[in-house]
């Protein structure tokens, strides 16, 4: 305890770490509130029905993500999603098309020009998406509209305003990464979905006391620790390493010795960290925004099960979807010929291998390897919800028993510690953690 009283005294006094502490605070104080302001037109006490839409199905997965101005009608109603959405695409591109190979290879300008396009394609796909939004409104909540207003000035006047606030999400997402602590879509992210956890836990503890004849109590404690240990595993796997050995050749210049020791290359067995599971999630999303919003009860077949998250089908193509991401994203972040040059560059090398190519092949090896029984794991985790369903534990509370929610939780958090402990030392002060050093997240939503 004194100790991390001593820690958080330590934080207060780097003026630097303290205001972007700050300003992070401020940034995500103004995108909770922004939660709540409703769209003009609307009467926020009559949107019962839209609240009862989204207490389940894939709409309480969208609401989450939004931080529940989905089902306020909030001017932010769409949240980040269609960012990432595009964001998807341009990835793909990048894979496909010779001119997004090209800016990818131009540095920081061709980052800069990726970065319109995403922008760009996330307007035309919220163009198309809150129009879906208001139909359903209107559906859902008829009565909560102002009798007076014309359907047709609302609906372009609203898509406008829709569109505008998701973009200052976004441009709200980059002033905490350049300003704040941490990486700022990602916090926006988890703070949505952490804004959900009060209620959830509070709504699953009563009703689990209703049951108290059925050993409700003891069902709550087996809950939580159960929740504990997915808490847990979701550490273990955003944490988990396998190293690999390079010794350095000995060089003398002058009258001293350079090289000589052996270290250690740590590759991750989740290097795509969450993010196959927020690109995944996003695909998910995308038969429910097809069919429109409104007419999600009354789909059937394969539609029906693709927006339904307890069915086996969404699982299925969900976990699925996480296995090939995993690999698309490790494929993106991590470079093996790059590893064996820089290697060869500093006179290092593999024990038992040659430098070059097969230095290359042995780490590309080695990825492939250990990526298999990480994505596995992740899809396993993600899709737990479904099965903490058919226990019966509440929708919102079962979110977070893995999927997801609880990735995103733990990433995030790891990373902002990590950034907050990197400060820190920068300024030789003791870290977080006496035990060592914090590991976060080499890939966020942020880093497009």
């Known amino acids: 305890m004194r100790k991390s009283i001593e820690t958080l005294k330590n934080i207060w006094n780097i003026e630097d770490l303290r205001k972007r502490i700050l300003i992070t605070i401020l940034f995500i104080a103004i995108y909770r509130f922004g939660s709540f302001v409703v769209l003009p037109g609307i009467n926020p006490d009559m949107l019962s029905k839209l609240h009862e839409q989204t207490s389940e199905g894939l709409l309480f997965l969208l609401n989450m993500f939004s931080g529940g101005a989905f089902s306020n009608a909030s001017i932010f109603a769409l949240g980040i999603m269609p960012y990432i959405s595009a964001s998807i695409v341009i990835q793909l591109l990048a894979i496909a098309v010779p001119y997004f190979q090209k800016l990818q290879r131009e540095g920081e300008s061709g980052r800069r020009k990726i970065n319109q396009y995403t922008r760009i394609l996330t307007i035309i796909i919220l163009i198309f998406q809150a129009p879906s939004y208001l139909i359903n409104l209107k559906f859902q909540a008829g009565p909560a509209l102002n009798a007076s207003l014309d359907w047709t000035f609302f609906i372009i006047t609203s898509t406008i305003i829709l569109a505008a606030g998701s973009m200052f999400i976004l441009w709200l997402g980059e002033r905490i990464t350049d300003k704040g602590i941490g990486n700022g879509i990602s916090l926006i992210i988890m703070v949505g979905i952490i804004a959900r956890l009060p209620e959830a836990f509070g709504g699953e503890f009563v009703s689990r006391l ?8 003891i069902m709550f404690i087996v809950e939580l620790v159960c929740l504990l240990a997915v808490i847990a595993a979701a550490i273990l796997l955003v944490q988990g390493v396998r190293k690999v050995p390079v010794q350095y050749a000995k060089r003398i210049v002058g009258n001293k010795q350079y090289g000589g020791a052996r270290q250690y290359i740590p590759l991750k067995v989740n290097a795509a960290n969450v993010m196959p599971i927020i690109f995944a999630q996003a695909i998910m999303f ?46 993106i972040t991590i470079n093996p010929n790059q590893m064996a040059e820089d290697m060869k560059r500093n006179n290092g090398f593999i024990p038992g291998i040659k430098p070059g190519k097969s230095t290359a092949d042995y780490i590309d090896t080695i990825m492939s390897r250990i990526t298999l029984p990480g994505s596995i794991f992740l899809a396993i985790i993600a899709v ?60 966020n939503v942020a880093a497009y």
């Open 210 to 217: 209703a049951s108290l004849e059925a050993g409700g109590l």
């Open 286 to 331: 995308i038969p429910i925004t097809l069919v429109g919003f409104s007419n999600a009860e009354s789909a059937s077949g394969i539609t029906r099960a693709l927006i339904d998250h307890t069915s086996f089908a969404y699982n299925l193509v969900f976990a699925l979807l996480i296995i090939v991401f995993t690999y698309f994203y490790t494929a």
């Open 384 to 443: 737990l919800p479904a099965f903490a369903g058919v226990f019966g534990i509440q929708t919102e509370f079962a979110q977070f028993f893995g999927g997801t929610s609880l990735l995103i939780l733990v990433g995030v958090v790891l990373d902002t510690l990590q950034q907050v402990e990197s400060h820190l030392l920068m300024r030789h002060y003791d870290g977080l953690l006496t035990s060592g050093r914090i590991k976060g997240r080499s890939g």
